[in-house]
């Protein structure tokens, strides 16, 4: 007979925390998000903790390079999508390995034969008013001038003019050459009164931009994430079925944690290329696995050898493989269980193999929800497909800025999709993936420092400073359906929702 779960399986939303007793220490700045990463024996540190509990969905919409630069920034790490060309892939990785923090490939350039009319679309386009002038129009081109605004006035001068006549040209341009570090390119731009810096190769190519905004906001990231070599690290997704290839080229283009992507990670398959890596690398790749929903799946990953371990089946906010397949899990329900058998191995074998929560984060109070519940840390998809940093587009919808944002087993990504436990990519007939807007809400760093200043705060009030310390202490409680109207505005009509009144007097 069929074995049924006795409990329900409960979301994100069916639980609160209770307060326990806080501190004077309790303090959100005291608060240290630290967390570990990959497995690691008891006593010892992890190969690599993340400086906060957050990492980016391996999707196309979500994980590229530049989200990958923008979340190690802030402490969190990036899975990039494997649902490309390896090439691609290791590009990505590679570019973010090669990323130094400050020096920007310009992605505004124009050629000198180009016209005022071309500046002024280039400029609404990328929204950028410094572009340098190259040979072949591109970022790395011979440096032939820059046009910024103070080149040329809209007002005075005629749309067909040509760039190589207004442009400030190289002659007068202050450069500096490609071995110059951070520290020196902010003092050649202040000691010069420069808003930019060209940086060139010995052959006057251009390599990259150095912005004096950008040293700022450099110097303000205390939690970045960087390897032994002062590098951004970075994740890449693989499947598996080419592992034996993609593997290879994502380690030699420096990734530093790869993580295996699939849906139903109860199976051969994940054994064999968790067994693969270990019988050519050992122990130093690191590699997560995933996704599982109970004691079982986590049993079978852990003891196949991954050093960190996915949660969740159906919850993502554009899977619907539930509703297809009829299989998955309540996020929170998995999540609980998972942790539980996490802690139980860890005391039989020493060993601590981090666990994350993937998918299902709607509110941010999810995400304190999913570390009181055990999590590690957690995946997110919805979450960063809203900022600019991801790759996806901006459009209008109905007047509201969105960003598109699609499954990783929906028809638009399906030609590389994972849906299909190990077979061939060809033959899927249906869709567990959607196609969709989600509302855009500008830049990672402003939202993430919100959401983290709130998981904070909850953290204070369970009397926390470290994560592990919130799961020693947290208290969950199961909400009733009254409770949850309760713990929203309600029994009074919000002004904002409400803007049409008369004064009466
Ligand atoms: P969310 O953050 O709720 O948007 O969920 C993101 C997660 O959803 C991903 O990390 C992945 O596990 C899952 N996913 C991605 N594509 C699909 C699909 O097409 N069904 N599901």
Request: one cysteine or more; a negative charge; glycine letters at 4%.
């Given at each position: 007979m069929a074995y049924i779960f006795e409990e329900p399986s409960r979301t994100f939303n069916a639980y609160l925390l209770v307060p326990g007793y806080s501190s004077s220490e309790n303090r959100p700045e005291n608060v240290s998000?630290?967390?570990?990463?990959?497995?690691?024996?008891?006593?010892?540190?992890?190969?690599?903790?993340?400086?906060?509990?957050?990492?980016?969905?391996?999707?196309?919409?979500?994980?590229?390079?530049?989200?990958?630069?923008?979340?190690?920034?802030?402490?969190?790490?990036?899975?990039?999508?494997?649902?490309?060309?390896?090439?691609?892939?290791?590009?990505?990785?590679?570019?973010?390995?090669?990323?130094?923090a400050g020096f920007v490939t310009s992605d505004s350039n124009l050629s000198p034969d180009m016209t005022l009319a071309d500046v002024v679309a280039l400029k609404e386009q990328t929204g950028h008013s410094t572009m340098p002038v190259t040979s072949d129009g591109t970022g790395h081109g011979k440096l032939l001038g820059v046009v910024t605004e103070r080149d040329y006035r809209l007002s005075?001068?005629?749309?067909?003019?040509?760039?190589?006549?207004?442009?400030?040209?190289?002659?007068?341009?202050?450069?500096?050459?490609?071995?110059?570090?951070?520290?020196?390119?902010?003092?050649?731009?202040?000691?010069?009164?420069?808003?930019?810096?060209?940086?060139?190769?010995?052959?006057?190519?251009?390599?990259?931009?150095?912005?004096?905004?950008?040293?700022?906001?450099?110097?303000?990231?205390?939690?970045?994430?960087?390897?032994?070599?002062?590098?951004?690290?970075?994740?890449?997704?693989?499947?598996?079925?080419?592992?034996?290839?993609?593997?290879?080229?994502?380690?030699?283009?420096?990734?530093?944690?790869?993580?295996?992507?699939?849906?139903?990670?109860?199976?051969?398959?994940?054994?064999l290329t968790l067994k693969w890596i270990r019988d050519h690398y050992g122990d130093s790749v690191k590699v997560g696995a995933g996704n599982v929903v109970d004691r079982d799946g986590f049993r079978f990953l852990a003891e196949a050898g991954a050093d960190f371990i996915k949660i969740g089946i159906g919850g993502g906010s554009i899977c619907i493989t539930r509703e297809q397949k009829g299989i998955g899990r309540g996020q929170a329900t998995a999540t609980i269980e998972v942790a539980k058998a996490r802690d139980e191995y860890f005391e039989e074998t020493g060993i601590y193999i981090p666990i994350c929560s993937d998918g299902g984060i709607v509110y941010d109070t999810h995400i304190t929800l999913a570390l009181a519940m055990g999590a590690d840390f957690v995946m997110l998809g919805r979450y960063f497909a809203r900022f600019d940093e991801a790759p996806n587009n901006r459009v209008m919808v109905n007047g509201s800025y969105m960003k598109e944002y699609w499954g990783e087993g929906s028809a638009r990504a399906r030609n590389w999709q994972r849906y299909d436990l190990g077979g061939q990519k060809k033959g899927m007939t249906f869709e567990e993936g959607v196609d969709s807007y989600v509302p855009y809400a500008g830049s990672l760093k402003d939202n993430v420092n919100v959401t983290l200043s709130k998981v904070k705060s909850t953290m204070c009030n369970c009397g926390a400073l470290t994560i592990p310390e919130f799961q020693d202490k947290a208290k969950l409680t199961v909400v009733s359906a009254t409770s949850i109207v309760e713990g929203g505005a309600h029994d009074v009509l919000q002004k904002d929702k409400n803007p049409y009144v008369t004064n009466v007097g």
């Open positions: 998000l630290k967390t570990p990463l990959v497995k690691f024996k008891k006593g010892e540190e992890p190969a690599i903790s993340l400086n906060i509990p957050m990492v980016s969905a391996i999707m196309q919409a979500v994980s590229d390079d530049g989200m990958s630069v923008a979340l190690a920034t802030e402490g969190g790490m990036s899975f990039i999508y494997g649902s490309q060309t390896i090439e691609d892939e290791a590009a990505m990785v590679a570019r973010v390995k090669d990323y130094k005075r001068m005629s749309m067909d003019e040509i760039v190589r006549d207004f442009m400030t040209p190289r002659e007068k341009l202050i450069v500096a050459p490609a071995d110059t570090t951070l520290k020196k390119a902010n003092d050649i731009i202040w000691d010069n009164k420069l808003n930019s810096l060209p940086i060139v190769d010995e052959n006057d190519n251009l390599v990259y931009m150095v912005f004096r905004k950008d040293y700022d906001s450099h110097k303000s990231n205390p939690n970045e994430m960087l390897d032994a070599h002062k590098r951004y690290m970075v994740g890449a997704g693989i499947n598996t079925r080419d592992y034996a290839e993609r593997v290879p080229a994502l380690v030699e283009a420096g990734v530093d944690c790869l993580c295996i992507d699939s849906s139903e990670g109860f199976s051969e398959w994940q054994a």
